[in-house]
């Protein structure tokens, strides 16, 4: 069965990485019941956790390591379960990036590491491009981006 997958977007070489198992460890060593086996120093003998809830629902843990886990960016706190969103970027320490994925979304590794943004494209319902132009909502009146006047000190948003 598969619950997920992490794409390699940075510190390891291009892979696809398939979650198979629940409650799915990564770290330095194997003998420590990691399932995927990254063999770097500054990795922990169990780093992180990704536990699958369905399949489209993760959180991740940090077994309580020296160098972080991180989610889009951000620092999570150690031994506490932190939900991330499909798409999520999950770091191993800062040096190695990872996209998580859920089973049926397809990714095309190479335009991912190139660092593209429209990489997936999935089985469910397809987006238009219209779907992603900004819609103005009724009532509130926009400024111009070529508008190059300053705002003035008498300036209320309301």
């Known amino acids: 069965t598969i619950y997920g997958r992490l794409i390699v977007i940075e510190g390891l070489e291009a892979a696809e990485i398939v ?14 019941g990691c399932h ?10 169990r780093h992180c956790m ?6 489209a629902s993760y959180t991740i843990r940090d077994l309580n390591t ?3 886990t ?10 506490r379960d932190i939900v991330v969103p499909i798409g999520s970027e999950v770091s191993i320490t800062e040096r190695i990036k990872l996209e998580l994925w859920d089973p049926h979304t397809v990714v095309n590794l190479e335009t991912r590491r190139a ?15 219209s779907d992603e ?14 508008d190059d006047s300053e705002i003035e000190e008498d300036y209320t948003p309301v």
């Open 19 to 32: 979650i198979n198992e629940e409650e799915f460890i990564i770290g330095r060593r194997a003998e420590s």
């Open 36 to 45: 995927y086996v990254i063999g770097e120093p500054f990795i922990s003998p």
């Open 50 to 55: 990704i536990t699958t809830h369905d399949e």
């Open 66 to 68: 020296k160098n972080g």
């Open 70 to 79: 991180f989610v889009n960016g951000e620092r999570i706190p150690r031994d």
């Open 115 to 129: 660092g593209q943004t429209d990489v997936r494209t999935t089985t469910r319902a397809a987006t238009t491009a």
């Open 133 to 146: 132009l900004f819609k103005p909502l009724p009532g509130i009146r926009y400024a111009s981006d070529d």
